[in-house]
């Protein structure tokens, strides 16, 4: 991308952050994760002025998430601390790398903060879904489309988490319908749409009144849809390295999030052309190839991609 990132816009993300337990062979090692927790780190890494709004204990677990957080410049709001526990997923990792969770979590959200000190915000994961957290993330999220935030939206489906799929359907396009910038692993869009093809699932995130949708496919790179134009752009070649954490194998779904949220800042969505999407696919491709080629959810700093 040519153009330097925005670093002046400030970020609320809302959602989970958790411990991952992660088991290969005997050895379990305590990891920082959570899709929203992640995307924060992300933002706070490129550069962006990025605060979190969770729901963790001062426990161990907590403090080493605020730890890992701070390190990248990220802010976690004190009336995060509300919880009995900090929740965690206990993953175990195949020959392939891949990882089967067991989760221990709990999701509340206490209050909704004054949402004049920033220029967007981002929810996602199951914690835009499980109640009762869901609907104060829902009217936070009403909050902020109507003072103008720019609002963005990761589902990141994890099925054993959420209601059933007729339900969880319907949730998630009411999030949509606040929501200016919509990314979807092509998981997700299965699970969520499931037999529809991918430029039909564009249309209606667009429809329902995103004014950028994306589809991150994998190996086969990512589709971009905005209401001037539509881009489909390859993935970075690279070795994967480990996954756990990183979202989809090859697209890096949170690391992605991240960039795409840092190249959007201070746009207007509504003019972006095809050409403006191939130059955010291919810096987000970019980044998410970083995450991918090495271990554990090492999101890249802003000095790796410049």
């Known amino acids: ?144 489309a109507g003072l103008g935030l720019q609002v963005s939206l990761d589902p990141n489906i994890r099925p054993q988490l959420l209601p059933p799929q007729g339900p969880s359907l319907a949730w998630f396009e009411t999030l949509v319908e606040h929501a200016d910038l919509v990314k979807l692993s092509d998981d997700d869009a299965a699970w969520l749409y499931p037999g529809v093809a991918a430029d039909a699932v564009l249309s209606r995130l667009l429809d329902l009144g995103a004014d950028l949708a994306v589809l991150t496919r994998g190996a086969e790179g990512s589709l971009l849809a905005a209401r001037r134009g539509r881009a489909p752009v390859p993935s970075n070649s690279v070795r994967v390295v480990d996954t756990v954490g990183a979202g989809d194998t090859v697209g890096a779904g949170d690391t992605y999030m991240a960039a795409l949220i840092a190249c959007c800042l201070g746009l207007d969505l509504t003019t972006l052309d095809a050409a403006d999407l191939e130059r955010i696919g291919a810096f987000c491709a970019r980044a998410a190839g970083v995450t991918v080629g090495r271990a554990g959810a090492d999101l890249p700093w802003r000095a790796e991609l410049e």
Not at 34 to 61: K, Y
Not at 109 to 126: K, N, Q, R, T
Request: proline letters at 6%; glycine letters at 10%; aromatic letters at 4%.
């Open 1 to 144: 991308m040519s153009a330097p990132l925005v670093d002046t816009v400030p970020v609320l993300v809302v959602g989970e952050a958790l411990v991952d337990l992660l088991q290969v062979g005997d050895d379990i090692r305590r990891i920082p994760g959570g899709s929203p927790a992640n995307v924060a780190l992300g933002l706070g890494r490129l550069g962006i002025p990025t605060t979190l709004l969770s729901h963790l204990a001062d426990d161990d677990d907590g403090r080493l998430i605020r730890s890992r957080l701070a390190e990248s410049g990220v802010r976690i709001l004190p009336e995060s601390f509300s919880a009995a526990r900090t929740s965690t997923a206990a993953a175990r990792v195949d020959a392939h790398g891949d990882a089967e969770y067991e989760f221990d979590i709990a999701w509340e959200l206490g209050g909704i903060p004054v949402l004049d000190a920033y220029g967007a915000v981002h929810v996602g994961s199951y914690s835009a879904f499980v109640t009762p957290g869901a609907d104060r993330v829902l009217e936070l999220v009403t909050r902020a």
